[in-house]
């Protein structure tokens, strides 16, 4: 099996300060993540770029289509020659770090034959029109817009050969494209792409039953370390980031909700407010909605109190010596405690609706030759991205611009078209925003985003933004401050779920239940983010099973987090199985390759479902890897898992060693994932390593807890992220295969917490069965 991977120490992230200083001398670098940190002399600081390779052309910054005195021509709305040579390729959706912005270019890239060392990015106009639905979530990236834009490639390409054969008067089959140049084979000629660029968009497209698409395995760039196209603009400084975004009289805004979520302003202290150095208004507003729900293309915003000023400092104070009399009487009273307990309670009695069966898991479970039952949980969880939510809006009359860093910016134009009345605030929208945008009503810019792990899929944050600069007559730019960030979150929900697992009398698993309690804001529906989970290494492997979702009724809004449910379910899946494999007295691989029998999809004509064969191979080879089965060091041991989401099948191992105090040390991580032919490999192994080191903050000690409603975490001190003594070694790896590709955002982050908790079981006997594992005593050093 053809392979190709990678062994960076320090979660494997290479330092882009070298990248840039040796841009473009194809050289392999390997500055460690830990050691860019320590050149750089910056303690405490996250850099969370991708490695650096063979392929570091400049491609620019991405946010100007022209450049001093170049010209440009269209060719298509995805590809753009300027006369110096310079191909623009339009990027379509949001890139919030996981490298949409170069791995979507590289494929139309690669079939328009363009030398990517000649390629510059911009980030597409957000219009659903040209560019469909544009969003980063799900893992989607890649696996929805491969096909599409390989076709875009192919287009651009046809039409720069159609424009070389009209000029050469000669056949379009015998010419090729090659490094940006159309090639004709019979005489040896070159022409350059922007020598043929302006014909070229003057011709028809070819129709899509006329697109001759190439070999994907001979692309350049496919499965290549390629520099992400932002790297140089990050590390100089330049304003990239949604929060750097400045426009001519714009003022700066925070806007103060009740810290009980849902509260409403009844009266403040505005004339104080007003009188304070560097501030210009400040004003009750009234939103839309009281408690927050989940709905990224609504009109919905909370009510609120807004403080303009002339920098977010002024604004920052004020809000300090802002005095709010809060109306709570309609809002949340959540408490984490009862919660728990009604989330307890709730698993374990087995009941709720059934989402899924198969045979009579009650007849099994009471014939079984041996009964095994686990419960575990999981604590509400916020993103805690870095960048914390913000948004440049300006309203002039009935148009509205806006620069955002949203994950659904085709969702927020809707929410923003519903909360200026140019579309009715239910049903389809669609047609309405299509009207706004052709007639230039509205507009959207697509900013990058500091993270975003599902958190920036809402848009609360972009309606408050043009609800405040409409109000203040003047551009805002709306910032929150890193406690409202973490206060008014749309929340990883809380997880609790009891298995209960029949062993046949020669060890095999038999039967399977699965009650799985939700967080439900209207008590019949799971909330945004819930629900059961699809277990599809269960469901594909056992006789019989049962999956039950029971709701628990809370106010608290919850959203997508990184793997949504599986980022949790998973945890409490594999260390269960891991259980289970003890329990009959099996090797916990052994077990797991046994329950995959001989190799199939689990549903037929969906490549994107479970493979059993692709599940054995990764499992496989993460314990070869690792040295599954030998003798390892003192105090340490091995713990397994593996995870099936988002079209991924990815296994990991953790090498792990705990202390007396139960301070667990993770020393290393393998990592073996098939998604199908990777695009980026560089982007990949990133989005791999940086899947490990989130999982490894989540799983240590971040939790936001309630009382009364209110969260009860309100910065970092108390909701800690990953430190750099904590990141282990990362052994990553990808297996070749000709399956259609799928995203790698997510299906590495659900395995690592089961593989540490199987690996401190081992050592010590002692079974944890919560997240974050600091309530059950343990710590991550």
């Known amino acids: 099996m053809a392979l190709f991977g990678t062994s960076i120490d320090a979660a494997g992230l290479m330092g882009s300060a070298a990248m840039v200083a040796n841009e473009g001398e194809g050289g392999s670098l390997a500055?460690?993540?830990?050691?860019?940190?320590?050149?750089?002399?910056?303690?405490?600081?996250?850099?969370?770029?991708?490695?650096?390779?063979?392929?570091?052309?400049?491609?620019?910054?991405?946010?100007?289509?022209?450049?001093?005195?170049?010209?440009?021509?269209?060719?298509?709305?995805?590809?753009?020659?300027?006369?110096?040579?310079?191909?623009?390729?339009?990027?379509?959706?949001?890139?919030?770090?996981?490298?949409?912005?170069?791995?979507?270019?590289?494929?139309?890239?690669?079939?328009?034959?363009?030398?990517?060392?000649?390629?510059?990015?911009?980030?597409?106009?957000?219009?659903?029109?040209?560019?469909?639905?544009?969003?980063?979530?799900?893992?989607?990236?890649?696996?929805?817009?491969?096909?599409?834009?390989?076709?875009?490639?192919?287009?651009?390409?046809?039409?720069?050969?159609?424009?070389?054969?009209?000029?050469?008067?000669?056949?379009?089959?015998?010419?090729?494209?090659?490094?940006?140049?159309?090639?004709?084979?019979?005489?040896?000629?070159?022409?350059?792409?922007?020598?043929?660029?302006?014909?070229?968009?003057?011709?028809?497209?070819?129709?899509?039953?006329?697109?001759?698409?190439?070999?994907?395995?001979?692309?350049?760039?496919?499965?290549?370390?390629?520099?992400?196209?932002?790297?140089?603009?990050?590390?100089?400084?330049?304003?990239?980031?949604?929060?750097?975004?400045?426009?001519?009289?714009?003022?700066?805004?925070?806007?103060?909700?009740?810290?009980?979520?849902?509260?409403?302003?009844?009266?403040?202290?505005?004339?104080?407010?007003?009188?304070?150095?560097?501030?210009?208004?400040?004003?009750?507003?009234?939103?839309?909605?009281?408690?927050?729900?989940?709905?990224?293309?609504?009109?919905?915003?909370?009510?609120?109190?807004?403080?303009?000023?002339?920098?977010?400092?002024?604004?920052?104070?004020?809000?300090?010596?802002?005095?709010?009399?809060?109306?709570?009487?309609?809002?949340?009273?959540?408490?984490?405690?009862?919660?728990?307990?009604?989330?307890?309670?709730?698993?374990?009695?087995?009941?709720?609706?059934?989402?899924?069966?198969?045979?009579?898991?009650?007849?099994?479970?009471?014939?079984?030759?041996?009964?095994?039952?686990?419960?575990?949980?999981?604590?509400?969880?916020?993103?805690?991205?870095?960048?914390?939510?913000?948004?440049?809006?300006?309203?002039?009359?009935?148009?509205?611009?806006?620069?955002?860093?949203?994950?659904?910016?085709?969702?927020?134009?809707?929410?923003?078209?519903?909360?200026?009345?140019?579309?009715?605030?239910?049903?389809?929208?669609?047609?309405?925003?299509?009207?706004?945008?052709?007639?230039?009503?509205?507009?959207?810019?697509?900013?990058?985003?500091?993270?975003?792990?599902?958190?920036?899929?809402?848009?609360?944050?972009?309606?408050?933004?043009?609800?405040?600069?409409?109000?203040?007559?003047?551009?805002v730019k709306l910032v929150w401050t890193r406690e409202d960030d973490m206060a008014f979150d749309y929340f990883r929900p809380a997880m609790w779920v009891n298995f209960k697992a029949g062993l046949s009398e020669d060890g095999a698993l038999d039967a399977f239940e699965i009650t799985h309690a939700s967080m439900s804001q209207d008590g019949r529906e799971p909330s945004t983010g819930a629900g059961a989970p699809d277990a599809h290494f269960i469901t594909a492997n056992t006789a019989n099973y049962a999956i039950r979702n029971p709701m628990v009724r809370a106010s608290t809004p919850t959203g997508y987090q990184r793997a949504p449910i599986s980022n949790t379910y998973g945890f409490a899946e594999q260390s269960f199985l891991h259980e289970v494999a003890l329990a009959a007295g099996r090797d916990h691989l052994a077990f797991l390759l046994d329950m995959m029998g001989e190799p199939r999809w689990t549903e037929e004509d969906n490549p994107y479902a479970l493979h059993t064969g692709r599940a054995r191979n990764v499992i496989g080879r993460v314990a070869q890897n690792a040295g599954w089965g030998s003798d390892r060091e003192d105090g340490r041991a091995l713990g397994l898992s593996f995870f099936f989401s988002h079209a991924g099948h990815v296994a990991e191992i953790a090498e792990v060693s705990v202390d007396d105090r139960k301070a667990v040390k993770i020393d290393k991580v393998w990592a073996v994932a098939d998604i199908g032919p990777v695009i980026n490999l560089s982007g990949a192994e990133a989005q791999v390593q940086g899947s490990i080191i989130e999982a490894i903050g989540t799983m240590a000690a971040q939790k936001v807890t309630f009382k009364g409603g209110a969260a009860q975490q309100a910065n970092y001190d108390r909701f800690p992220l990953a430190r750099m003594p904590m990141a282990p070694e990362v052994d990553v790896e990808f297996l070749a295969s000709d399956f259609a590709p799928t995203g790698i955002g997510e299906p590495a982050l659900p395995p690592l917490a089961a593989a540490v908790c199987n690996a401190v079981f081992d050592l010590t006997g002692e079974r944890i069965r919560t997240l974050p594992i600091s309530d059950a005593g343990f710590s991550i050093v």
């Open 31 to 475: 500055v460690t993540r830990r050691r860019f940190v320590m050149l750089s002399g910056v303690t405490g600081l996250a850099v969370g770029l991708a490695a650096c390779g063979m392929m570091g052309g400049d491609t620019g910054d991405g946010f100007v289509e022209n450049e001093g005195e170049f010209t440009t021509s269209k060719v298509t709305d995805y590809v753009h020659i300027q006369s110096n040579g310079k191909v623009v390729i339009s990027a379509p959706n949001p890139d919030v770090g996981q490298g949409a912005r170069t791995a979507l270019p590289m494929i139309v890239a690669s079939e328009l034959g363009a030398n990517w060392d000649e390629v510059k990015v911009k980030s597409a106009a957000v219009d659903p029109a040209i560019f469909g639905s544009q969003f980063a979530g799900g893992s989607l990236s890649v696996s929805m817009r491969y096909e599409e834009l390989r076709k875009m490639g192919a287009m651009a390409r046809q039409m720069l050969v159609s424009a070389a054969a009209e000029r050469m008067d000669a056949p379009a089959n015998e010419f090729t494209v090659e490094n940006s140049q159309v090639v004709h084979g019979p005489s040896g000629e070159r022409i350059a792409f922007a020598d043929l660029a302006d014909a070229a968009g003057k011709l028809d497209p070819p129709a899509e039953d006329a697109l001759e698409l190439s070999e994907a395995s001979a692309s350049p760039l496919f499965g290549k370390r390629v520099t992400s196209v932002d790297n140089r603009a990050i590390v100089t400084g330049k304003p990239t980031f949604g929060i750097d975004t400045v426009i001519p009289d714009m003022a700066y805004a925070v806007y103060v909700k009740s810290p009980r979520i849902g509260g409403r302003p009844v009266s403040a202290n505005l004339d104080e407010i007003k009188a304070m150095p560097g501030i210009s208004d400040a004003f009750l507003l009234e939103g839309t909605r009281d408690l927050p729900s989940y709905d990224a293309g609504s009109n919905a915003f909370s009510s609120g109190v807004a403080i303009i000023a002339e920098n977010t400092w002024a604004a920052i104070k004020a809000r300090r010596a802002l005095n709010v009399e809060w109306d709570v009487s309609r809002a949340s009273r959540d408490d984490s405690d009862d919660l728990a307990a009604d989330g307890e309670r709730a698993a374990k009695a087995g009941k709720g609706l059934t989402t899924a069966s198969a045979g009579n898991v009650e007849l099994a479970l009471t014939n079984a030759d041996q009964r095994i039952e686990g419960y575990y949980s999981a604590q509400i969880c916020a993103h805690g991205q870095l960048e914390p939510e913000n948004c440049v809006a300006k309203v002039d009359g009935d148009k509205v611009e806006v620069w955002a860093p949203t994950q659904t910016p085709t969702a927020a134009l809707t929410g923003i078209a519903r909360l200026m009345g140019m579309a009715s605030a239910e049903g389809d929208a669609s047609e309405a925003v299509a009207a706004a945008l052709k007639a230039g009503k509205i507009k959207l810019h697509q900013v990058r985003g500091g993270g975003g792990f599902g958190r920036r899929l809402e848009n609360d944050y972009v309606r408050e933004a043009v609800a405040i600069a409409r109000k203040a007559g003047r551009p």
